[in-house]
């Protein structure tokens, strides 16, 4: 914060500019006594004052309650609620979106060698070789055979995949 000298307002004339050169005075112009600093101006008006700092703060006593061990443990049985019932829903609705529990008997037990033809992706790839088993667990088989690190795949690149 800066203070500000709030005194009395000062009657004296300004004295001209500070910033003249050094040398002897010119013809026109007055001397000025350079061995004292003229005091700091401001305009005129009452002193200055201060009413806060401008930020709002709260009157309310802030006491924390501690929190109770039932509540605590409430709060535990919620959340494995909610986490067992969002585990429910994910299954069931996979069984009702036409996966299986069981996701290893949709899927094709012969494998084979095939090569990758122009302009096909991994997902056209496990439609081409497996088309009764879902895509995205065959092309998830495709890439742990071959230790795929991305699902880009090259023209002429072979493969060991399902077939079935």
Known sequence: MTLIHAGAPSTARPRGPFNRPAG????GRARVDRSRRPSPSRPEGPPLCYRGTGVGMSAAAHRRRPVSPATT???ALLAALITVWLGLVA?????????????GADMPDRLAVVR???????????????????????????????????????TGQTLIAPVG
């Open 24 to 27: 002897p005075p010119s013809v």
């Open 73 to 75: 443990l409430a709060l």
């Open 91 to 103: 299954h069931f609705g996979d069984l009702v979106n036409g996966g299986s529990a069981d996701s």
């Open 116 to 154: 990758v033809e122009a302009g096909e992706s991994l997902r056209d790839v496990a439609a081409r070789v497996a088309p009764d088993a879902p895509v995205r667990e065959v092309t998830s088989r495709i890439r742990e055979l071959n230790a795929l690190p991305s699902t880009t795949l090259a």
